[in-house]
T-cell receptor, first 112, second 115 residues
Framework: KQEVTQIPAALSVPEGENLVLNCSFT??????LQWFRQDPGKGLTSLLL?????REQTSGRLNASLDKSSGRSTLYIAASQPGDSATYLC???????????FGTGTSLTVIP | SQTIHQWPATLVQPVGSPLSLECTVE??????LYWYRQAAGRGLQLLFY??????ISSEVPQNLSASRPQDRQFILSSKKLLLSDSGFYLC??????????????FGEGSWLTVV
């Protein structure tokens, strides 16, 4: 069964810093990997989707990379802002069973 | 555009009482539908998913059940709630085609507290 792990579990940085969130998964047979943002008490909002044939995706200050063979992805956030404070989750869509498996998330706090 | 609605938003229920959470999707047809539970520090746990009317797959044995009476309606139920059923429940949908490019969309969630 696919297992998704995110490190660190929590991160606190001063405003303006660049930061990297990590995601690893055990089964490389995936259709895609996604990064989501979750604000407290809310649902998840998709940030970036990387298809299995792609290496990275960019949206504004966010850049996500995928190394499928090693089972790793990173989310890079440039010039962090207080509004970036949220929990960030990664998820993989598996080939077997066609399901989405989520990591436990990284809780990010950007200090003004 | 597609939208997903989930209700109720919050629920406080006594142990042993029944549960019904409802989810509907608009603007798409034949979606894949999912129920997840999010407990503190444990991430999202997939409870049920459905690829069509009446087709339900369960990921984990539990006190809950799911039904899909219509194409865009997904219901999470329990006959008798346990304290351990407390948590944040999220309904989600994804398109059934073009798998590699498909994202999953979430409702706003339902907070269930069993007392």
């Amino acid at each position: 069964k696919q297992e998704v792990t995110q490190i660190p579990a929590a991160l606190s940085v001063p405003e303006g810093e660049n930061l990297v969130l990590n995601c690893s998964f055990t089964d490389s047979a995936i259709y895609n990997l996604q990064w989501f943002r979750q604000d407290p008490g809310k649902g998840l909002t998709s940030l970036l989707l990387i298809q299995s044939s792609q290496r990275e995706q960019t949206s504004g200050r966010l850049n996500a990379s995928l190394d499928k063979s090693s089972g790793r992805s990173t989310l890079y956030i440039a010039a962090s802002q207080p509004g970036d404070s949220a929990t960030y989750l990664c998820a993989v869509r598996t080939v077997a069973g066609n399901q989405f498996y989520f990591g436990t998330g990284t809780s990010l706090t950007v200090i003004p | 555009s597609q939208t997903i609605h989930q209700w109720p938003a919050t629920l406080v229920q006594p142990v042993g009482s029944p549960l019904s959470l409802e989810c509907t999707v608009e603007g798409t047809s034949n979606p894949n539908l999912y129920w997840y539970r999010q407990a503190a520090g444990r991430g999202l746990q997939l409870l049920f998913y459905s690829v069509g009317i009446g087709q339900i797959s369960s990921e984990v044995p539990q006190n809950l059940s799911a039904s899909r009476p219509q194409d865009r309606q997904f219901i999470l139920s329990s006959k008798k709630l346990l304290l351990s059923d407390s948590g944040f429940y999220l309904c989600a949908w994804s398109s059934s085609g073009a798998l590699s490019g498909n994202t999953i969309y979430f409702g706003e969630g339902s907070w269930l507290t069993v007392v």
